[in-house]
């Protein structure tokens, strides 16, 4: 079964500075995809960011952005010039098919002023 | 309105109580998922339903019921609960033929089982 870790349980930064989350997983498969996911203190889950196991370009969405080691089974989220509105949960989640998202425990993120 | 809509927010009930989790999606999907989510642990899947069809059910008690009578609405039926059932349960919808298809979730119902 894939497993997902995510080995920071929580996290702070600096308002804009620059943070990285960790995310690995466990897979013997060679296509997959890859999210990331914030929870807000609203409690609704967002997407961040995707990634497609057979795309090498790593994926961008603004001030986010990943680090993904194929080799390595490892995808990192990147966030540039934090902000006050990210302080959130932070969920890596793995993907074979849409009926079997796997998620990570989460890293609660502040973003301090 | 758009999205995803879970209801009630909130819920305390007791172990002897009956109630409904009621989840309601306005994107067009063709799959919704029920996840429970508890501190400190990974979201667990509970169950997965594409077309109206059960294509997932991860080992969770009887005492959790869902049902999808079309594919806008799926509800978690609740009976007999136990403490430990007490967590953030989550409603997603998909488009399910889409590999990538993010999921989209609702709010979340807080349950507390007294």
Redesign the interface.
């Known amino acids: 079964a894939q497993t997902?870790t995510q080995s920071q349980?929580e996290m702070s930064v600096q308002e804009a500075e620059t943070v990285t989350l960790s995310c690995t997983y466990d897979t013997s498969e060679s296509n997959y995809?890859l999210?990331w996911?914030k929870q807000p203190p609203?409690?609704?889950?967002?997407?961040v960011i995707?990634q497609?196991a057979y795309k090498q370009q790593n994926a961008t969405e603004n001030r986010f952005s990943v680090n993904f080691q194929k080799a390595a089974k490892s995808f990192s989220l990147k966030i540039s010039d934090s902000q006050l509105g990210d302080t959130a949960m932070y969920?890596c989640a793995f993907?074979l098919?849409?009926?079997?998202?796997?998620?990570?425990?989460?890293t609660r993120l502040t973003v301090k002023p | 309105e758009t999205g995803v809509t879970q209801t009630p927010r909130h819920l305390v009930m007791g172990m002897t109580n009956k109630k409904s989790l009621k989840c309601e999606q306005h994107l067009g999907h063709n799959?919704m998922y029920w996840y429970k989510q508890s501190a400190?642990?990974?979201?667990e899947?509970m169950f997965?339903y594409?077309l109206e069809e059960r294509?997932?059910n991860n080992s969770v008690p009887s005492r959790f019921s869902p049902e999808c009578p079309n594919s806008s609405h799926l509800f978690l039926h609740l009976h007999t609960l136990q403490p430990e059932d007490s967590a953030?349960y989550?409603c997603?919808s998909?488009?399910?033929e889409?590999?990538?298809?993010?999921?989209?979730?609702?709010?979340?119902t807080?349950l507390t089982v007294t």
């Open positions: 997902v349980p995809y999210f996911y609203s409690r609704q889950m967002i997407l995707r497609e969920f993907s098919n849409n009926n079997d998202m796997r998620f990570g425990a989460g | 799959a400190k642990k990974p979201l899947l997965v594409s294509v997932e953030l989550l997603a998909s488009q399910d889409v590999p990538n298809s993010p999921l989209h979730f609702g709010n979340g807080r």
